[in-house]
């Protein structure tokens, strides 16, 4: 079986060397374009990116990545384009600064996801956070229960603020290390403390039985602990 390859059209496609120098050209000049595009953009623009803020950064690259390498295109149509979107961002951030329902509707709200070392389901059903995702970020913050923590902010660039109570008001709380929260039950055992799995509220019962959790109506529970974190 012979198998032919034009390599020159492999490896550079339909082009041929003498465009390579303008190719490398090209780049180095939407490098700087970039550079500059996103110096304008301000310090917001390139730390932590909002949806808003992640939109004009992908609309950057694909407006640069293109006259990289088609001769098709002229630099001046790149131009024009980051022009229009750096404008059209500082206009947005501007009018949001002056406009609070503007800023809500194009930034989003932060949402309290925990509050007195409870999950506020309410606000979990209109993200797309799952648990099990959640409860990994709480454990790289080296936190085992939600009883050692007050409250947690999703803030609209999508990290998680948290707030700890001190060791001396560490309360009862749902574990959340993988090898403690597998031990979930659906059958309570008399005089100790249980955390509903989905919610963290605290229940104790007199009499074996199974339960569902009067706030979120869900029927798994997991022995509650009250330890301090570790630091």
Known sequence: MNINIDWQNFFIGE??????PEIALRTLIMYFIILTGLRLLGKRG????????LVVIISLGSAAGDPMFYKEIGLIV???????????????????AKNQKLDDLIEG??????KDGRCNTKEFGKEALGLDEFFAELRQKSISHLG??????????????????PDDRV?????????????KT????????????????????????PLKCVDCGCDEWVVAIDNCRVR
Do not use: H
């Open 15 to 20: 082009d041929r060397w003498e465009f390579m």
């Open 46 to 53: 390139v730390r932590q990116l909002s949806v808003f803020e």
């Open 78 to 96: 790149p131009i024009i384009i980051f022009t229009i979107i750096v404008g059209a961002y500082r206009l947005t951030t501007y009018l949001t």
């Open 109 to 114: 709200r932060c949402v309290y996801l925990i």
């Open 148 to 165: 050692q923590v007050e409250t947690v902010i999703l803030e609209t660039s999508g990290t998680l603020s948290v707030y700890f109570y």
């Open 171 to 183: 309360q009862l709380g749902l574990p959340i290390l993988p090898a403690l929260f597998a031990q």
């Open 186 to 209: 659906k059958m309570l055992s008399p005089n100790k403390d249980y955390a509903c799995i989905f919610c963290g509220n605290i229940k104790r019962i007199k009499t074996e039985a």
